[in-house]
């Protein structure tokens, strides 16, 4: 960190040195120019503060501005010419002022600031047109026009470099979707383990246990089976660390559905020959219901199953499913434990709640509800979950094994299993339906629960943009308006000066009275005869001193200038006229005496 400031600071320091070469070499040559008798005054000088304004500019760029206009103001004071060299070295800082000051409002009163001083200096001094022209026109010039691309160059750096930050953030957002998408594979293997393989090693547990209480088994096979059981709850003991480590907080975690494209039905046959008491009834119409409901059922099953051969093995088992006009609610009930086989010990599963707790993730999701709690000395699960869910998972569910039905197979109510029976019930109405077209989207739009499913969401028309188009977007207005004032303002600013510049040089101009002729004229000719030798107009801005020149009694004097150098002091010719008659000419000389 320290290196690279250094280098930054050396940077910084060869671009003002490189940037005080040239604005020294521009000096240089304007002195050069001029016949100045002062090169302390107008070489020395300029050097000095130059050498002060341009490291100046990076900390104070306004104070840098106002050294280097008051080298323009000297030059107001001059006898000759207001011009100096130094004008270049004002536009050059008007320039950095515009492109290392975002604010406008500060930078704007600095150069109005340089204005006012410069103008202050001419009606103090009392100085010519000239030096008004060069007041009003130049320096307002040097310092506004600069600025604006100055401001203009900024809006473009700071747009570019917002587009590569923005681009960053891409990056970045896309590092975090895959570590999003890795992570919720990760509670995705921690809900399949939970669900699919410690509802089987509970399973696998509670049938060792059973076997252990027959009569016909020797000690040595209960010995054997002991042992099986205990390998059986290390096993689920590891299980249940290995999801502790996968499992990742609450609502990122997404359905994957039955594996293999299991059912209901298959789940209580595989627990009921399993030696689970359980009973099942099913009233109501079976509707066609998404995959995802159909998932969302089974889950609340199975997971209900498991706590109850987990913390009441033995205990019988009720499971009513009631299907109504726009949901289904799913009930399973447990009794307690028979005193026997409380006395052995629950039967092993994954434990620390997570099981509940992601159920209720998943039935919320699907826009359900679920409760949890005692109930008549056992345990209730009640599921409530509507028939088309409000919003997606973003995972699909995978397609149904081959041969066997894509829907739950229909049941008519009432059907009952006794225990020590295998359950099948018969087949109803919407047998192997399935819901066709019900992909799964991400979560888009949040639609009306009883939304009917026809494909993807779209986003809301109201759903404002996000924060990093915001920002792009400001970035771009503003420097869309740093170029249309960049435009603009010189537009604005010749339609101000360039007539009163044009003016100005007309007057001038037209009244050049060349030297050839003035030699022509000759005293005690009458006006009439001169007039062809004469501009169209006399000079109207005669300095003081000529004004002031001591003139013949009775008459009055025209002046005109010798040259047509408009930013240049030139002679006068005076010609004094009395009676329309010519009665003296003379030359009044460019400086004051």
Not at 533 to 550: I, K, V
Request: glycine share 10%.
């Amino acid at each position: 960190m320290l290196l690279h400031t250094r280098i930054l600071a050396a940077r910084s320091g060869y671009g003002d040195a490189a940037l005080w070469g040239v604005l020294a070499a521009a000096t240089a040559y304007g002195f050069r120019e001029t016949d100045s008798a002062s090169p302390v005054r107008d070489l020395l000088l300029p050097l000095a503060v130059l050498a002060v304004a341009v490291p100046l500019s990076r900390r104070r760029p306004g104070g840098a501005v106002a050294l280097v206009n008051g080298l323009c103001a000297l030059g107001l004071t001059g006898s000759s010419t207001p011009a100096n060299a130094q004008v270049v070295s004002l536009a050059a800082l008007s320039c950095l002022l515009g492109a290392r000051v975002a604010a406008a409002r500060g930078p704007a009163m600095v150069l109005a600031g340089c204005l006012a001083a410069d103008l202050a200096l001419c009606a103090v001094l009392g100085v010519r047109a000239v030096w008004w022209f060069y007041a009003l026109t130049v320096l307002p010039a040097a310092l506004l026009l600069p600025w604006l691309a100055g401001r203009h160059w900024r809006g473009r750096r700071e747009l570019v470099r917002e587009g590569w930050r923005l681009a960053r953030t891409l990056e970045e957002r896309q590092h975090l979707v895959a570590e999003r998408a890795r992570l919720t594979e990760r509670a995705d293997i921690a809900a399949d383990m939970h669900d699919s393989l410690g509802h089987a090693l509970s399973l696998v547990a509670l049938r060792a246990g059973a076997l252990e209480l027959s009569p016909d088994l020797t000690d040595r096979d209960r010995a054997d089976l002991a042992e099986l059981r205990g390998t059986i709850e290390d096993a689920v003991e590891q299980l249940r660390e290995t999801v502790a480590v996968l499992h990742d907080p609450p609502g990122t975690a997404t359905d994957a559905g039955p594996p293999g494209g299991d059912t209901v039905e298959d789940l209580l046959v595989r627990a009921h020959a399993s030696g689970v008491p359980v009973r099942w009834e099913r009233h109501g119409a079976v509707p066609a219901l998404s995959s995802l409901v159909e998932h969302g059922i089974h889950r609340v099953v199975r997971e209900a199953l498991t706590n109850a051969v987990k913390h009441a093995p033995g205990g019988a088992i009720r499971v009513r499913i009631t299907h109504e006009a726009d949901r289904t609610r799913v009930g399973v009930v447990n009794t307690a434990a028979p005193p026997a086989r409380a006395a052995g010990g629950p039967a092993p599963g994954v434990g620390g709640g997570r099981g509940l707790a992601g159920l209720r993730e998943r039935v919320t999701v699907l826009g359900g509800s679920l409760r949890t709690g005692p109930y008549e000395g056992g345990f209730r699960v009640t599921a409530v979950l509507p028939h088309r869910p409000p919003a997606r998972p973003t995972t699909s569910a995978p397609a149904p094994a081959p041969g066997r039905p894509a829907g739950p197979r229909g049941r008519h109510a009432g059907s009952v299993s006794e225990p020590g029976k295998a359950l099948l019930p018969g087949s109803g109405p919407g047998s192997g339906s399935r819901q066709g077209g019900d992909p799964d989207l991400p979560p888009t739009q949040a639609p009306t629960p009883h939304a009917p499913d026809s494909g993807p969401a779209r986003t809301p028309a109201s759903a404002p943009p996000p924060e990093s188009a915001r920002r792009f977007g400001r970035v771009r207005r503003a420097a869309r308006r740093r170029s249309a004032a960049a435009f603009v303002a010189p537009v604005v600013a010749a339609a101000f000066f360039i007539p009163a510049a044009v003016h100005l040089a007309w007057q001038l101009t037209t009244s050049v009275l060349p030297p050839s002729r003035f030699e022509e004229l000759t005293v005690g000719r009458s006006r009439a005869d001169l007039t062809p030798l004469l501009p169209a107009r006399a000079y109207p801005y005669p300095p003081d001193h000529a004004r002031s020149t001591p003139r013949p009694p009775g008459t009055a004097c025209d002046f005109y200038r010798s040259g047509r150098d408009v930013l240049a002091e030139v002679d006068l010719y005076r010609l004094c006229w009395s009676g329309g008659t010519l009665v003296a000419k003379d030359i009044v000389p460019a400086a004051r005496p």
